[in-house]
């Protein structure tokens, strides 16, 4: 469908960064975008977050939120007190088109070995948005983590969402690159949001993995057994989700070190034996060919073809319990009608 606008009744105007629209327009929240249409269009240099806040019909924290957003993105710039009230920020209008020096991408900042804090602490940080503006604003790096990590996630981050990231950043002493890697392991989970990958890293963190060649390996050996899962599940022909036990078998045998071909072989077994799925019975054959180091399917079928020779040769060898001469004898001289069974 097209559309055709009558520019002449729109009376006066303003102009909006086409940075705005090209690059942040789908990353940007509907709230963020309704904040800073309200900047453009104010004719006073600076726009108070409480007149903002009245203006957009938004909150004043979704305000200054919307204002951290756009500084991060280098859209607008902010000047505010050392002292000043997280309320009180005021933005200034004038659209910056480029920050003046562009920071190197993240990918390419050399890994900064994390001090390792106590795993006890368990403490809830938060940081005050003028706080978080303050620190990108000096660190060009930690600016350009926020505005790469919404390009990860496919969606724009919130004021409590960047004091997270910034948790990670400064108090866990996870490098930029590594959370931005942690963030695109997250995504290929389907995962979007920064509490499931602040959870993530924090278990890392647990677990003493905290460099960025520490977080590649993990992650690679993470993936290595999601591939598996997917694997055993697709041959299984099982389409609902695994519980919890079926996830312990399947990385048991991953552990005992079963090729994908050789659980295929089980589950063919299982089937012809029990004409249905059963873990358990899959997990007795398995067993039962690491106790006899039977690894690849040419094992399996000497052994098969072991077992039916001998019980071809135990049933060639049993004897009889009746003697068949005696047999024919009776048959011969057995008299029906006698017998009182006619």
Known sequence: MKYTFDCDRWGSSFSVPSKVVDKYIKLSDGDFVKVLLCILCSTERECDSAKLAEKSGLSENTVIDAVTHWVSLGVITTEHSDTANPAQVKAVSTPVSEPETKAEPVSKVEAVAPKRQSVSNKLCIRYKNSEILEKQQKDPNLAHLFDEIQTILQRTINGTEQGELLALY????????????????????????????????????????????????????????????????????????????????????????????????????????????????IDTILSNWAGKSITTPEQVTHEDEKYHTSKKNKNTNKQTSYDLDDFEKFAMNFDLEKSGKL
Not at 257 to 272: Q, R, S
């Open 170 to 281: 400064e108090y866990y002493r996870f490098d930029a690159a590594s959370i931005l890697l942690a963030a695109e392991y997250c995504v290929s989970l389907e995962k979007h949001n920064v509490s499931y990958l602040v959870t993530v890293m924090r278990g890392w963190f647990e677990q003493d993995i905290c460099t960025y060649q520490q977080i590649e390996q993990e992650i690679i050996r993470l993936s290595n057994i999601k591939k598996y899962e997917f694997k055993v599940l697709k041959i299984f022909g099982q389409t609902a989700k695994p519980s919890k036990q079926q996830l312990e078998f399947i990385e048991k045998w991953r552990t005992m070190g079963f090729t994908v071909e050789m659980l295929e072989i089980a589950y063919n077994k299982c089937v012809d034996n029990t004409n249905k799925l059963n873990y358990k019975y």
